[in-house]
């Protein structure tokens, strides 16, 4: 099987057509979204079922073992979660908004490590600051990635230094917008016969040069919504 039957087929997710939005879902109740409630749900992390398990089929290639941060940052006005926007140029998701995080090295202790070691080379964020508390299931990519989301608490003040071969920009978007169900919006798309479907969660704001729209879509939201189903029981 080729490279290229590998990658994603889907190349412009925004003109896929929304089929309607999640909003007959409740809100995760923002008391949950403390970072001491978030710390005493992960630790009383019974099992449960994620809604969104991949996008990646049978392929005749291995898949490969790999981690994400997702980097909750303690505000003053709540949780936001640190995201990044990939720069055009790269091989895997140009563009596309991400976490921080990459393939497992063979000198990488566990999924942790790898999440860290990657957060800190993509942009920068020292160690000192994160602490992680918990891991989302695995979930699996187009691109033959098995990736581990480890879910972690960032205390400011801090620093980024973004790879600037890897990462255009860095952003955060707050917690409680994407625990709220209304902002999740379903494309569905026909691909090999298949009706498929995709989840975006579009965040608006204001930069000195005007508003402007980050396209959360794809293996982020997917595991985003994870994170929603987690905390939603």
């Known amino acids: 099987m080729t490279e290229q039957r590998l990658r994603p087929r889907v190349r412009d997710p925004k003109a896929v057509p929304v089929a309607g939005a999640d909003d007959h879902l409740p809100a995760v109740d923002p008391a949950e979204l403390t970072a001491d409630a978030l710390r005493r749900r992960f630790a009383d992390a019974a099992d449960w079922t994620p809604e969104l398990t991949g996008d990646g089929r049978a392929f005749e290639r291995e898949f490969r073992a790999a981690s994400v941060l997702v980097p ?84 400011p003040p801090f620093e980024l230094a973004l790879d ?18 209304a902002h999740h919006r379903r494309h ?7 009706k498929r479907q995709f989840l975006s969660m579009p965040f608006r704001r204001s930069t000195g040069e005007g508003e402007r729209e980050y396209f959360i879509w794809g293996a982020t939201a997917a595991m985003l919504r994870n994170l929603y189903r987690f905390l939603a029981r």
């Open 188 to 194: 569905l798309f026909e691909l090999d016969g298949d």
């Open 72 to 155: 909750l940052v303690q505000r003053d006005d709540g949780l936001h979660v640190l995201l990044t926007q990939r720069t055009d140029h790269l091989h895997d998701h140009a563009g596309q908004i991400s976490f921080p995080g990459g393939r497992a090295d063979e000198g990488d202790a566990d999924e942790v490590a790898t999440a860290l070691r990657e957060t800190e080379e993509e942009i920068g964020l020292a160690r000192r600051h994160i602490e992680v508390i918990g891991r989302l299931p695995i979930y699996t990519t187009i691109t033959c990635y098995h990736v581990t989301p480890v879910v972690a608490l960032v205390r």
């Open 164 to 181: 600037a071969f890897e990462v255009a920009e860095a952003f955060e978007v707050p917690l409680q917008y994407l625990m709220t169900p």
